[in-house]
Every structure is written in structure tokens, then in C-alpha cells.
């Protein structure tokens, strides 16, 4: 009696672990950490997709040196508590050599240092706060740091708009406040002034206080760092009140299709800064197979993410087939990555593990994404 | 400015009525209301929004699932744990459990993104005394005046007034007079899943609904109904207004990051010199 329910105990027992394991053994292992419920979805849902494309294309080309790439992807909500259990769960779990995520900046902030120590290495597809520059040698995002986007949409407003004195509406989280920080950085150090500064929370519906705050000030405009949900609120609310100040977008927010839907007559005219859309044969060949695959354009970071996997994979290429992968030889592999000619763009990795991509100004007309011009590179 | 502090009490002012109507008469700190006003508001964007109901349909039909949702909550959750004498901290767990529930549900069905009652459309503005107002606006206003006269009115010149105030006062002493505080109770859950419909949807038409909008919404409504005393309409009147007015004039004084600190600092002041409300009765001595 004894012995047969040990029996079935270790029966149990081997099936946890062989169920644990997550895969047959052998796959190459890609984790990813996004925020696929929650408020941010609707930035994690698409380079899940760009993710998963990127792995089928690579299996159905036979895999890496014959075995196949798995993409383990586990849930952050955008917020860094969530974001570090799905860390952990994946590397108890699967233990992946590299990790595409995250996508909120403060998720990337909190499971960087864990990261680091572990020896994994982390590729975000859209974290875009400066600080992630110092994060680690194992922190790598295909998406430009807002340093470089907010230096160069300060010295665009400055310089070739003629602007001397705005306010600043801002998204209250790491992503807002890193963005907010080098526009003003740079735009005080032009000789420009800013004359306010409003933070709202990332759930806040009614933005009106905020706005009529702006609207008794002595400004020309209103810089704003937004998601898309308080990209329509902005535009929407600041008609309402009559606000009567251009509105210039520091996000891509304003592309998302939600936006164009939602604010409707309200974002005609809005101006806003991205990093330059890509072309070349790599380009449009994710673009069909995006289309193919998910029915529709290839949304934001949706390439980023794309481009993340196929990075990852190429330095699983590069090591010998039989040995066991670790986050370091994939990190040294990263640094050396030049001109790479990927789906988001021509990837160069500097020294900090950011990539340096050219920004373009855009403008809603006729309620379309129009190009304005295109800025630094 | 002051057009804003209007809007914004008036919407504090309905859910904070949504809320007195339940606890006033079962004495329980009831979640449900959050739970019928986000109900509500998404029962509106799916008629409207995707059925292609006129919007004045989709709204009717919003309100009935809004009432019958609150009435149900007081059918099947509320009045089996009433027979068993279960506490008001028990109800109010059960009732936030609902709320969850309900918010949950919404969000694994519609998505967790914000929606728009009114997607793309550009809603006409007036001008009314040097304030700028939107039509929708207007329409909150005029509700809740209507609400607030309603209230007034049903609640100390009708009979329903009056069964409602001897079921709240002395259940046993009610019954014995023949009314059946149960059929009291669920109209009373019926009528604040109706105002928390009414104030979901009007908070849908002038911003966005998203599945959480109905919590923070109630917690605004009850720290306003709190801050005046519960059973007190004049006193709930009055709360919104101050409420709404530090909300407003606290972002032009300080930083709006400190919107939400103002006001439930406040509550907290009150709460410890005047447990009872500003307008509201001491607390009995039991």
C-alpha cells in the first residue's frame, strides 16, 4: 500500500516537472514579457503578434541548426509588480536565454536589475525611457530612448516652429516623466521656457482641470506625452474648452487606429514625432506576412518586437549547435549587431544597448498620417 | 473653471445618490452600484455602438439592464445573506466580490481598452455665462437637478417616502405594520442600480467607459455622500459641490498629481470631526 503511492506520488511529481519544463526538450526558448490585459494591451497584444510571426517564419525555414525557436510569452499588466512575476515565472520555468519585453518602461526598469544578475538578456520593443540606457550590459530595446526623440522634437520646436514658451501635458509614469524630463532638458537649454508642467494619472478620464489650467497660462502650445486612450481625451476635451493652442503629440499614440476613430475632427491638424518609418525589401516582406497572418497593417511595435526575435535568434545561430545557451554569449553577439537591416528599421546597438534610429514629424490630415519631415539619424 | 466644478458635482451628487439609496435602507456599504454603473455604460456602447440602436434606445435599454442588474444584486446576494444574519462587513465583501465579478466579466468580453459612447463624433459646445459647456454637459446638469428634485420630493412627500423611512428607522415596528421590508429593499436596489446606470452612461458620453470606471466613480460618490452625512440630500448637495470644487481649484493651486490626495485628505478630516457628516446626524450612541 505504502509503496504504490509513492509510486503514484513520483508519478505526479515527474509529470509537474516534465509539464514545467514548457516544451519538448531541445526547442531554442525565447521568452517575452508584455502587457497583454490591463489598460496597456493594446500595446502588448500587437508585438506579441510581430513576435510570434517572427518565430513561425524562422520554424517553417527549418529552425535554428534543425531544432525549433518556442516563444514562451507571459502576461505584465504594465505594472512592475506584475512585470517581475512573469520574469520570474519564466525563468523558473523555461529558464530563456533572452527575454523580448517589456513594453512599459517601468516594467522594463523593474525586471532589468533581475535580469542583469541572472545573466538574461532583455529586449524591449517599445520601453522608451531614458534611464533604461543605464539599466545594464544585458538591456538591449529596439525602440529609441526618449532622449533622443524628446531632444530632437524640442530642438524641431524650437528651431524650425519658432516656439519659446509652452506647457507640458504629461502621462504621470516613468514612460511620461523620462519624456517630459529631456524636452525640457533641451528645450530650456535652446532658450525656450516652459512654462507649466501638468502630470495626470495613467487611468484619468477627465483631463479638463488640467486644460484649464494650461489655457489661462502665457504659452504658444501644449506639448503632450500621451497613450492613445488620453491621446482621443486630450484632443477631444481641449475643443471642449476651448483651449486654442496647437497640440504637439511627443508619442506615437496618435497613429494608433483607436485615435484616428475616436477623436474623430478632434485630432485634424495634430502634429506629432516617431522614429522614421522603415522601407526596404525587409520592410514590406514583414508587412505581407503581417497582413497574411493577423489581417490587418502591422500595429505599433508589432515590428520592434519582429525585429527583437530575429535579432535573438540570429545569435542563437551564431554559437555552436550543441552547446547550452546562456544570456551571455547572446549579449556579446547584440553589441556587435551593425546596420542590421530590420522590419522597425536599420538596427545599430550603441554602447549603452540603445538603438539609434533617424524621427520623423508627422501631422493628422484629413484624417490621415501625413509626413512632415524627417529629423537627425 | 466653475462650469467644470458644476459637471463634476453634478456626476458625484448621482452616484453618491446611487450609493445613500442602498446603504440608507439595508445599512450596507454596497459595491454594487460601481458594478450597475459599469453595466450600464457598456449595455449602451454595445446597442449603440454595435447593434446600431439610436442612441436614445440604447439608453433606455441601458438603464433597464442597469436597474435589473441592481435589483438582482439585492434578489440573490443581498437578502439570502440578510436571512442568515450576516454582517454588514460580510454583505459589503460579498458585494465588492459582485462588483468584481461584473468588472472582470466586462473586461474579458469587451476588452480592457477605453471606449468611446461617441466615437469620432465632435460634440457641439455653448457658451453660458462666459462658460463653455458641451451639450452632454448641459444634459448631466439638467439630470441632476431632476434627480435631486425627484429625490426630494419621493422621499419626504410620497408614500414610497415615507414605507422607504419606516424600513429604514425600525425594520421589525415596519413589518408589523404590514410592509414587507424585503419589497423595500429591492426597490431600493432596483432604484440605485437605475442611478448608477444613469451616471455611467452620462460619464460615457462625456469621457470614455473603461471596465473600471465603475469603483473609481463610487468611491468618489461615497466619500461625497460621507463627507455630507448619509440620508442627507441637501447634505450630499453640498458635498459634491465642495468636493468637485477642490478637485478643480486644487490643480490650479497645486499640481494636479495631487488631485485625489485633496480629496480623500478631506474625508478623512471630516471623518474624525464630524463621524456622523457635516449635515448628517451624530452617531447614535448603540
Redesign the interface.
Known amino acids: 500500500m505504502k509503496n504504490s503511492r509513492f509510486l503514484a506520488l513520483a508519478a505526479a511529481a515527474g509529470l509537474l516537472l516534465i509539464g514545467g519544463c514548457g516544451g519538448r526538450q531541445g526547442d531554442y526558448v525565447i521568452g517575452a514579457t508584455l502587457p497583454l490585459?490591463?489598460?496597456a494591451?493594446?500595446w502588448g497584444i500587437p508585438p506579441s503578434r510581430g513576435a510570434e510571426l517572427a518565430v513561425k517564419q524562422i520554424n517553417e525555414a527549418g529552425g535554428i541548426h534543425g531544432r525549433k525557436l518556442k516563444l514562451v510569452t507571459e502576461d505584465t499588466r504594465c505594472h512592475p509588480k506584475d512585470g517581475v512575476s512573469a520574469y520570474r515565472k519564466l525563468t523558473q520555468s523555461v529558464h530563456p536565454a533572452a527575454i523580448v519585453g517589456g513594453v512599459c518602461s517601468s516594467v522594463t526598469l523593474a525586471i532589468a536589475p533581475l535580469a542583469e544578475r541572472d545573466g538574461v538578456v532583455l529586449v524591449s520593443p517599445a520601453s522608451t525611457n531614458p534611464k533604461i540606457s543605464q539599466a545594464g550590459r544585458f538591456i538591449f530595446r529596439v525602440i529609441p530612448s526618449d532622449d533622443l526623440r524628446g531632444k530632437a522634437f524640442a530642438r524641431y520646436l524650437h528651431d524650425q516652429v519658432g516656439l519659446k514658451k509652452v506647457a507640458i501635458l504629461y502621462v504621470?509614469n516613468e514612460g511620461g516623466v523620462g519624456n517630459k524630463e529631456s524636452f525640457s532638458r533641451t528645450f530650456t537649454s535652446l532658450g525656450g521656457k516652459v512654462v507649466a508642467a501638468?502630470?495626470?494619472?495613467q487611468?484619468a478620464?477627465?483631463l479638463?482641470?488640467?486644460l484649464?489650467?494650461i489655457k489661462g497660462m502665457d504659452c504658444q502650445a501644449v506639448v503632450v506625452v500621451s497613450y492613445?486612450?488620453d491621446t482621443?481625451?486630450v484632443m477631444?476635451q481641449s475643443?471642449?474648452?476651448?483651449l486654442g493652442l496647437p497640440l504637439y503629440f511627443q508619442t506615437e499614440a496618435v497613429e494608433d487606429p483607436?485615435v484616428l476613430?475616436?477623436?474623430?475632427?478632434?485630432a485634424e491638424g495634430a502634429l506629432y514625432i516617431l522614429p522614421a518609418q522603415a522601407s526596404g525589401d525587409t520592410v514590406k516582406r514583414f508587412k505581407e506576412a503581417y497582413k497574411k497572418a493577423y489581417g490587418k497593417d502591422p500595429e505599433l511595435f508589432a515590428a520592434e518586437a519582429y525585429d527583437a526575435v530575429q535579432l535573438i535568434a540570429a545569435a542563437f545561430r551564431s554559437l555552436p549547435a550543441k552547446e547550452k545557451v546562456t544570456g551571455d554569449p547572446v549579449r556579446r553577439y547584440l553589441e556587435g549587431v551593425k546596420k542590421y537591416q530590420g522590419a522597425s528599421g536599420v538596427i545599430t546597438f550603441d554602447k549603452n544597448g540603445d538603438v539609434v534610429k533617424p524621427m520623423a514629424i508627422k501631422k493628422i490630415q484629413n484624417g490621415k498620417p501625413v509626413l512632415v519631415t524627417t529629423i537627425g539619424g | 473653471?466653475l462650469a467644470?466644478t458644476l459637471v463634476?458635482a453634478a456626476g458625484l451628487f448621482i452616484v453618491g445618490a446611487a450609493f445613500s439609496v442602498i446603504y440608507a435602507a439595508t445599512g450596507v456599504f454596497h459595491f454594487g452600484v460601481g458594478a450597475a454603473l459599469a453595466l450600464g455604460a457598456y449595455v449602451a456602447y454595445l446597442a449603440a455602438g454595435i447593434l446600431h440602436i439610436p442612441l436614445m434606445g440604447a439608453i433606455v435599454l441601458a438603464l433597464a439592464a442597469a436597474s435589473a442588474c441592481g435589483w438582482a444584486l439585492g434578489r440573490w446576494l443581498f437578502l439570502p445573506l440578510q436571512r442568515r444574519r450576516a454582517s454588514s462587513l460580510i454583505q459589503m465583501l460579498a458585494s465588492l466580490g459582485a462588483y468584481i465579478v461584473v468588472q472582470e466579466c466586462i473586461?474579458l468580453f469587451m476588452?480592457?481598452?477605453?471606449?468611446?459612447l461617441l466615437?469620432?463624433?465632435?460634440?457641439s459646445?455653448v457658451s453660458l455665462l462666459g462658460a463653455?459647456l458641451?451639450s452632454i454637459q448641459l444634459g448631466i446638469l439638467a439630470i441632476s437637478i431632476l434627480v435631486a428634485g425627484g429625490g426630494w420630493w419621493i422621499g419626504r412627500v410620497s408614500r414610497v417616502g415615507l414605507v422607504f423611512r419606516a424600513v429604514s428607522s425600525d425594520p421589525t415596528l415596519a413589518r408589523i405594520s404590514g410592509i414587507n421590508p424585503d419589497r423595500v429593499a429591492l426597490g431600493c436596489f432596483a432604484m440605485g442600480g437605475l442611478l448608477g446606470g444613469v451616471s455611467g452612461i452620462m460619464?460615457g458620453l462625456d469621457?470614455?467607459i473603461?471596465p473600471?470606471?465603475g469603483l473609481?466613480a463610487l468611491l468618489l460618490g461615497v466619500v461625497a455622500t460621507l463627507i455630507g452625512g448619509v440620508g442627507s440630500l441637501a447634505g450630499l448637495l453640498v458635498a459634491s459641490l465642495v468636493v468637485a470644487f477642490l478637485?478643480?481649484f486644487g490643480?490650479?493651486a497645486l499640481?494636479?498629481?495631487w488631485?485625489?490626495v485633496i480629496v480623500f485628505l478631506m474625508l478623512i478630516v471630516i471623518m474624525l470631526w464630524r463621524p456622523g457628516g457635516v449635515m448628517g446626524l451624530r452617531l447614535r450612541r448603540s
Open positions: 490585459t490591463g489598460d494591451a493594446q504621470n501638468e502630470g495626470y494619472a487611468e478620464t477627465d479638463r482641470a488640467q484649464t489650467k492613445p486612450k482621443v481625451l477631444k475643443r471642449e474648452i476651448g483607436s476613430r475616436d477623436a474623430g475632427k478632434a | 473653471m467644470n463634476a473586461a476588452g480592457d481598452e477605453a471606449r468611446s466615437p469620432g463624433r465632435q460634440v459646445v463653455r458641451t460619464v469621457l470614455v473603461t473600471t470606471m473609481h478637485q478643480q490643480v490650479l499640481s494636479s498629481e488631485l485625489d
